[in-house]
Every structure is written in C-alpha cells, then in structure tokens.
C-alpha cells in the first residue's frame, strides 16, 4: 500500500521557520520525483518545490525561491520542505505527492495546514 503521510504543520508568526517532512512507503522511492503543493482557501492547488527522481535536482517556485529548502533522505524514503521567512500569504494546507516520471502515475498525501499569522 502506498503512503504518503506529511507532518511538521503547524500555526507560526510572520518571520518564523516550520519544516514540514514527508514519509513515504509502498513504491520505490528514489523512483520518484516528490514535490510540495499547497493550496490555500479559494485558491488552486500550486506546486511549491520539487525534487527529482535519481539525481535529486530541485525546483523552487519563484515565491519561495531562497526562503524554502527541498530536500530528501533516501535512506528513510522521506522528504522534507525546510521553510523559513514565513509570511501570512504562505497560509494553506501543504500536500507531499509523488510521481513517476514520464507516467500518470502518482500518489497524494492528505496534507498538513500551515498558518502563518501576520
């Protein structure tokens, strides 16, 4: 059975750091590109940062570009979204996903909420 399960949200101030992880069972990890969503209330779901399968390259949105960190842990198949600076306008539910390349294939995690208060 594939799981995804995200935990490290949480309610913070303007300013603060969270970091959020992402454990991971069920497929082969390395695999695998894992991202970071979020979706805030009204809004659509946006990817926040990513990183690939085999090499690990990163991606990061340009709105958390040098405030966000992507990394992973292949040993414990888990994935971690360091997040600092924190602003109001970063408030959403964070969801981890994980996709094989060149495939429909991928998997959601339930998410975790992030409040960031002003």
């Known amino acids: 059975e594939v799981r995804l399960v995200e935990s490290g949200g949480g309610l913070v101030q303007a300013g603060e750091s969270l970091r959020l992880s992402c454990a991971t069972s069920?497929?082969?990890?390395?695999?695998?590109?894992i991202g970071w969503f979020r979706q805030a209330p009204g809004r659509d779901r946006e990817i926040v940062s990513c990183?690939?399968?085999?090499?690990?390259?990163?991606y990061h949105a340009d709105f958390v570009k040098g405030r966000f960190t992507i990394s992973r842990d292949i040993a414990k198949n888990t994935v971690s979204l360091q997040m600092n600076s924190l602003k109001p306008e970063d408030t959403a539910i964070y969801y981890c996903?994980?996709?094989?390349?060149?495939?429909?294939?991928?998997?959601w995690g339930r998410g975790t909420q992030v409040t960031v208060s002003s």
């Open positions: 069920g497929f082969t990890f390395d695999d695998y590109a």
């Open positions: 990183i690939s399968s085999r090499e690990g390259s990163t």
């Open positions: 996903n994980a996709k094989l390349p060149f495939t429909p294939t991928n998997y």
